[in-house]
């Protein structure tokens, strides 16, 4: 391969190796092995991750991939598969106990996205709820400031602004909730079973910036979701799990769509 075609490589922005989540199904067996674990830890040693004990299972088993420059991936499997877990894991949130999750360098802010609609207060204005949802995002009241601007214009409520959030529609908060997301300029986003649009207009608009703040900047998005056709048109990825295995990883996303939905 000549230099210039090596340089043609997109760049890994998160390499993920052998990970491993295991949970435990037993309330009481689940107590018991975290003070067991405790225990270990306290003398200074690593509870063993490579086997399963009574009554755990592997909520990820082996998972490998890699996330690249540009990647708009559709995170797809029935109830129960592991993408909230792989989700969590990948946004720091669980910790890691078998297997590297490596960011490149250049990866300076990551945002996870949980039901985007939460945290908001009901009895605080609109004004108020972004500052709240926008520290929720790690964001400083200056930061938020700067960004004030984009979150009314992008969320269309500017006339609502200063009214008690627990009087907006549904849809508004929506608008809202999703603005402020936008606002904060992450370099990697996984969304988690984020949202459902009721106004096709504003959805053509929240995927048009998608695609232009992570496809053609060169950063990447992660979306867990089973609504296939709201994604479809930006995806480039597909990332299929099934009982904590992914079971298929495919950039024609029409097609890996219709072979999920067949199976
Ligand atoms: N904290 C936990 N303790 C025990 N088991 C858990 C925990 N969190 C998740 N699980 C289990 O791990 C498996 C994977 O769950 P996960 O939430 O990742 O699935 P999912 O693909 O996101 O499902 P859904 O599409 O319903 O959101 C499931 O069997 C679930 O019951």
């Known amino acids: 391969m000549s230099t210039d075609e090596a340089t043609l490589e997109p760049t890994v922005l998160l390499k993920v190796t052998g990970l491993y989540k295991k949970f435990c199904k037993d309330l009481t067996y689940n107590m018991y092995y975290g003070i067991k674990d405790l225990i270990t830890y306290f003398f200074g040693l690593k509870p063993g991750y490579s086997s399963l004990r009574k009554k755990e299972f592997w909520a990820l088993n082996d998972i490998n991939f890699n996330i690249y420059e540009g990647d708009i991936v559709i995170l797809a499997g029935v109830n129960g598969s592991g993408k909230t877990t792989l989700t969590r894991m990948l946004a720091g949130i669980y910790e890691t ?82 603005a402020i997301v936008l606002s904060i300029k992450s370099d990697i986003l996984f969304i988690d079973e984020g949202f459902s649009f009721s106004d096709s207009k504003f959805k053509a608009k929240c995927y048009a910036f998608l695609k232009e703040e992570y496809y053609n900047k060169g950063k990447a998005l992660i979306i867990a979701t089973h609504r296939f056709e709201e994604i479809n048109d930006i995806a480039n990825r597909m990332i299929v799990l099934e009982n904590g295995n992914i079971i298929n990883t495919t950039r024609d996303v029409t097609q890996g769509i219709r072979d999920y939905l067949a199976n």
């Open 97 to 178: 106990e078998r297997g590297t999750i490596e960011y490149h360098k250049k990866i300076k802010k990551i945002i996870s996205v949980f039901a985007i609609k939460s945290g908001f207060n009901s009895i605080l204005t609109g004004r108020e709820n972004i500052y709240l949802k926008a520290a929720y995002y790690g964001m400083s009241r200056k930061e938020t400031e700067a960004n004030m601007n984009f979150i009314i214009s992008f969320s269309e409520i500017a006339p609502y602004l200063d009214t008690p959030i627990g009087k907006y529609s549904s849809g508004m908060k929506t608008r809202l909730a999703m």
